[in-house]
Structure formats: structure tokens, C-alpha cells
């Protein structure tokens, strides 16, 4: 292995050959790094990469998993994974190859999690967010066992850490009755009506076009979503992610009414960012006196209303564009357990009118035999 020292631009390079996926040999350079080290570290991992062997190291796992993942999926998806490995996995596993990796080496990782505090808060990370970034690098291993020879994934031994979040926020159709009547801006109004009633993602609403809209069937169709990071237009989030979502008539006819005041329709017709929508829904909770929520937990209240309305779990994971009904039934089954008391006054309510009606009709009956 050789670096070089690029004089003109005050920087390392590296130049070698290596054999790629196909057996050719080639010759290739990567320039632009400050530190010779770094420069010899690329090519370390460059060529880890190229060998498909387990004796690699987590960096080169990770750039090949990455580069993988680029060009398989969506890139939002691609970025939020990026930033995980980088913050919390390449810091402290990167430079281990996967051949001295051991049980006892992801548990001190695991417990280097549990301890670790945000240099600004000083709070820990959160139970979701530690189960994620163990999943993530359960998800490598599992990369490593397919494609470079690796024997077992130990997270599979050591196990997860981390609990899945069982709740989420949400607003009760009263509280999201009160938050209208502290919203003064028509505009808000609407589009805080269309997430509540929807149950779309916030990308989803974001990027929508007035010919989305069918205003004789009063339905939306979902069929693109927004990416904030670069404020483009993409493919939804997955395949059943588009779908046709039946819609108030009265709301529809807001939208309607919306559009059709705008001097010139936009692209998108509601020209927002998330940002701006969260800003103004805390602007509102606040004025309104209602817990605080974020715009995506206005999805979470939409399914909320519909399971306490008794609308069935298969109508329920379609609207909200889930894979399968097992997947609704994952993310909301605290829900189903809290409308369980709703199911039990309900039956109580009924036993009771059951008693009354069997008392007064066995009042009736003495009577009458007397009689």
C-alpha cells in the first residue's frame, strides 16, 4: 500500500490496482484526504471490500453495505441508515475486522450505547432509538453472512437492546375539535384537517397536485411523497404506500374552494415544508392548551379515532398504505388493548339494560299470575 502527497492541493491521494467484482484487474485513485493515514486506510478498505471474505473491516462492511443500499433503495431511507453508522457505529467498531468480533465485543458496545448522553442535552438516547441502531447493526452482520462469507450473526447470541415504543401521541377527536378553534388561519385549518383525516404521511401531503384530487369521488390518490432533505419529488415509501383514500365530502370541498383561489396552482398545491407545519401545529397546541405533538403524530390520531370507531383492522392498514394488516396490528396494538375498556363498558352497559329488561319482565309475570 502507497499514499502520495498531492502538493498542489495540500492533500494525500492513493492510486492502486485492484480485481473487481467481475476478475478484471484495475487501477483506480481516490484523492482529496487530509492525513496520509486516511489515504492508506481507504485503500485498506477499498480492497477488503473487493475480496468478499469475512476478514474485513466494519468500515469496509459498512461502505459496501452503504453503496449497497444506495442503489437498492430510496435515499431518504439510504441517509437516515447513513447517519446511524456513522455516529454510532464506525466511531467505535470500525477499525475491528469481522474475523475478531465477539459476543463480549457487542456487548461492550451495547453498554457504551446505554451510557452515552448527547454532548448538548446530556440525555441518553432513547429506548426506540437504541433498538434502532442495534437492528441497524444486526442488519450489517446479516449483509456480512450473505455476501462476504461470515459465519453467524452474534447479535442473534448477545440479543437486542432497546424496547419498542408502545405509544404514541395522539389528539381525541375533541382535543383536535378544540385545536381547530384556536387555529385564526384558514389555510392551517385545512391542512391540519387533511392529516387528521387522512391518516396520510406528511411526505405524501407535501407533495400532492391539484390532480391528485378527485373531486367527483371525493378521494385523494396517493401515488409520490415529498423528500424535505433535497426537496424533491419521489416514488412513496414503498410499493403499497400507493393508494386511493376515500375522503370527507365537506373536506373536499375546502380543498376545492382552496384551489381554486389561488391566482396560479403550484406543483404542490399545499407549498409548505415540514418544518414550517410542525412550527405552526406547536404554535397552535399551545394556544389551544393541548399537549404537544408532532406532525406526524397527527397520522397516530387519525388511526386512533378510526380503531376506537370499531373500523376494522383490514380497512385500516390499507388506508394508511401498510404492507399488511400485521404491520398496522404491530405499530398499534396498544391502541386495540386501550379500546378494550372501551369494549368493556360497552358489554357492561348491555349486561345491565339485559338484567333490567329480564327484572321488569319477570315483575310483569308475578304480576299477572297474581292476577
Not at 150 to 156: A, E, F, Q
Not at 177 to 202: H, N, T, W
Not at 214 to 239: A, G, R
Not at 340 to 362: I, P, Q, Y
Request: with cysteine; aromatic share 12%.
Amino acid at each position: 500500500m502507497a499514499a502520495y502527497r498531492d502538493t498542489e492541493r495540500k492533500t494525500w491521494y492513493c492510486k492502486f490496482r485492484y480485481t473487481d467484482w467481475t476478475g478484471k484487474s484495475r487501477w483506480t485513485t481516490k484523492r482529496g484526504f487530509s492525513t496520509k493515514s486516511e489515504a492508506l486506510r481507504f485503500e485498506m478498505n477499498f480492497k477488503d471490500q473487493s475480496k468478499g471474505k469475512a476478514d474485513i473491516t466494519i468500515n469496509a462492511l459498512c461502505d459496501a453495505y452503504l453503496q449497497d443500499r444506495k442503489a437498492q433503495g430510496k435515499m431518504q431511507s439510504y441517509i437516515t441508515v447513513k447517519r446511524i453508522i456513522d455516529k454510532h457505529i464506525r466511531p467505535t467498531l470500525g477499525e475491528f475486522r469481522l474475523s475478531v468480533i465477539t459476543k463480549r465485543t457487542i456487548r461492550e458496545w451495547q453498554n457504551h450505547l446505554l451510557e452515552y448522553k448527547n454532548p448538548v442535552t446530556d440525555s441518553k438516547l432513547s429506548e426506540n432509538f437504541l433498538r434502532n441502531i442495534n437492528r441497524q447493526l444486526s442488519t450489517l452482520f446479516n449483509y456480512a453472512v450473505r455476501f462476504y462469507d461470515y459465519p453467524s450473526n452474534p447479535l442473534h447470541v448477545v440479543g437486542a437492546i432497546g424496547k419498542r415504543k408502545h405509544s404514541q401521541t395522539f389528539l381525541t377527536i375533541d382535543q383536535f375539535r378544540q385545536l381547530l378553534a384556536a387555529i385564526p388561519d384558514d389555510y392551517y385549518s385545512l391542512v391540519f384537517k387533511i392529516l387528521f383525516f387522512s391518516g396520510m404521511r406528511v411526505g405524501e401531503f407535501l407533495a400532492l397536485s391539484l390532480k391528485d384530487f378527485n373531486f367527483e369521488k371525493n378521494t385523494i390518490n396517493i401515488n409520490k411523497t415529498f423528500v424535505h432533505y433535497d426537496k424533491s419529488i419521489t416514488t412513496p415509501k414503498t410499493e403499497s404506500s400507493a393508494r386511493i383514500i376515500a375522503m370527507p365530502p365537506t373536506i373536499m370541498q375546502e380543498i376545492k374552494k382552496y384551489a381554486d383561489s389561488l391566482y396560479e396552482c403550484p406543483d404542490r398545491l399545499f407549498d409548505a415544508t415540514h418544518k414550517k407545519l410542525s412550527w405552526n401545529l406547536k404554535k397552535y397546541l399551545n394556544a389551544a392548551d393541548l399537549p404537544p405533538i408532532s406532525i406526524h403524530d397527527l397520522r397516530h390520531s387519525h388511526v386512533s379515532y378510526l380503531i376506537h370507531s370499531g373500523v376494522p383492522i383490514t380497512t385500516i392498514s390499507k388506508r394508511l398504505g401498510h404492507k399488511s394488516p400485521q404491520i398496522t396490528l404491530n405499530t398499534y396494538s396498544h391502541m386495540y388493548l386501550e379500546s378494550e375498556s372501551d369494549v368493556a363498558n360497552l358489554l357492561e352497559k348491555e349486561v345491565k339494560t339485559t338484567a333490567e329488561t329480564a327484572l321488569h319482565d319477570h315483575t310483569l309475570t308475578n304480576k299477572s299470575s297474581r292476577l
